[in-house]
């Protein structure tokens, strides 16, 4: 494992106030590139997530053939191979600490005549991969993997793919993803079945790009079928906002009495707006202003004033539209009034780390009373500022870091993660952006926030100003 830990503190700050322009959505960057990948021309693509997860799959495309650039602009632009013409890569491909570009591209080499070898960082050799070789290996492909379908493996495209009918036993978007992928270079129609509706991405940039995918309601859930060998042409991408990064300066805004925030060009599809529903839920006053469409995805401006949270039940149905916020939302009821039960948690337990276990340690740590189930967690808030104090495992997670940066902020004393290095994957420049609104993280790598923000300290003006538009 790598010993390059690099610890970060978040100190109890003031109010936090301006605007964030937060980095682009992960989910959308990678499918922007990987079908951009398999189109026919040049695609560009404007607010591309240049976090380390996405360059991963960027240089794994170029090895698969595809040229693609970013340009001075902050443009990229991909140059395509079209449908079946990806090269087998001479190198091991490795996805860092990406769960989604490695499902994503072993669903893409399924049916693409190659051999590839991959591999990934102490985190993502840890989670499962079976859940994508199992239909891929319906579809022809074959796998040697490690015990229980993990990371390094090996894959050998199928030559003659086939399609298939398949119905998710998770709530997967990165296996329902995997599955279209491959379906574009079988003939006839992929079909996926899915229990409970996942984010639609893949569907919509397929789309985008000309191929025929149509979704129809099913038993509660969604069946999506894609109709194989389509043309793909390159077109121009606009990447949104990504909802799960506007979630940490969004909830530190919240928490933080006094504060007004505005993040502009944020995502907002239904299919990944849980955290908003259940902030909303609990009394957060954020005000959704000027939506409009941006190549197919729904964004909007959200405007963020300081609010007395509650705490709600969550239930597990509404897991899947915010399955990366549930560390946040924890931080948001350690600080709100009342018991928050969150439910239907299994899949937490096999993202980047077992989030479920490190939401609990780290809020324990910090003097916040919390039990975790199976699959649940409830937490218990005081409506004043938690203790803090603690020191957090992060496990290689970024966003447990990004959460427990947040409590720090509102806590009593400051929070310790014990490493910041993995916010890189998904959030670049974080603690800066933090700082830049009024926040207090500190770290080696870091210039000081301390003596800009010290005028900050007396609490009192920022309360007194809200006060005045008639709130708390
Ligand atoms: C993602 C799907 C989700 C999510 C991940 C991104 C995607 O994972 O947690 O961060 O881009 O398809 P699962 O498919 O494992 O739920």
Same mark, same amino acid.
């Given at each position: 494992m790598h010993a390059h830990h690099s610890p970060l503190t978040a100190h109890p700050s003031g109010a936090l106030a301006g605007t964030a322009l937060t980095p682009g959505d992960k989910s959308v960057s990678h499918r922007a590139l990987l079908i951009g990948a398999l189109a026919v021309g040049r695609t560009r693509v404007a607010g591309l997530l240049a976090g380390d997860d996405v360059l991963r799959t960027a240089s794994c495309c170029r090895a698969l053939g595809a040229r693609i650039e970013r340009h001075a602009d902050g443009a990229w632009t991909v140059d395509g191979v079209g449908v079946g013409g990806l090269n087998e890569p001479e190198l091991v491909l490795d996805m860092g600490n990406s769960g989604t570009g490695a499902r994503l591209l072993l669903g893409m080499i399924s049916t693409h005549h190659l051999t590839a070898v991959m591999t990934g960082d102490a985190s993502l050799v840890r989670r499962p991969m079976a859940r994508v070789i199992a239909p891929l290996e319906a579809m022809g492909a074959r796998f040697v993997a490690r015990e229980g379908g993990r990371l390094p493996l090996s894959v050998t495209g199928a030559k003659s793919p086939l399609p298939i009918s398949y119905r998710l036993p998770v709530a997967s978007a990165q296996v329902k993803s995997a599955i279209l992928l491959a379906g574009l270079n079988a003939p006839g129609t992929t079909v996926v079945i899915e229990p409970e509706a996942t984010r639609d991405h893949s569907e919509t940039m397929l789309r985008h790009f000309g191929a025929t995918v149509t979704v129809e309601p099913f038993e509660g859930g969604r069946r999506i079928a894609l109709t194989g060998q389509p043309e793909l042409t390159a077109r121009d991408v606009v990447v949104p906002r990504d909802p799960s990064s506007a979630a940490f300066p969004l909830v530190a805004a919240l928490i933080l009495a006094g504060s007004r925030l505005k993040l502009p060009g944020v995502g907002i599809n239904p299919l990944r707006s849980g955290l908003l529903l259940s902030l909303k839920e609990m009394g957060a006053d954020i005000a959704i202003e000027n939506r409009r469409e941006q190549g197919g995805e729904k964004v909007a401006d959200l405007l963020v004033r300081a609010s007395k949270l509650n705490g709600i039940e969550v239930p597990a149905d509404r897991a899947p539209t915010m399955i990366d916020e549930y560390p946040i939302l924890a931080v948001a009821a350690a600080c709100a009034r009342g018991r928050t039960v969150m439910r239907g948690l299994a899949e937490l337990r096999v993202k980047e780390s077992d989030r479920l276990a490190a939401i609990a340690a780290g809020l324990k740590a910090n003097g916040v009373k919390v039990e975790m189930g199976e699959d649940s967690l409830t937490v218990e808030g005081t409506g004043s500022p938690p203790p803090g104090g603690g020191t957090v495992a992060t496990h290689m997670d970024h966003r447990i870091a990004m959460a427990f940066l947040v409590l720090g902020l509102g806590a009593r004393r400051a929070v310790t993660v014990d490493? &910041?290095?993995?916010?890189?994957?998904?959030? *670049? &420049?974080f603690a800066a952006l933090m700082n830049g609104l009024g926040a207090r993280i500190a770290g080696?790598?870091?210039?000081?926030p301390a003596r800009a923000t010290a005028?900050? $300290? *007396? $609490?009192?003006k920022p309360v007194a100003r809200a006060k005045k538009r008639g709130r708390k």
């Open positions: 490493d &910041g290095t993995m916010i890189d994957t998904s959030f *670049p &420049g080696p790598l870091l210039k000081k005028a900050r $300290k *007396p $609490k009192k």
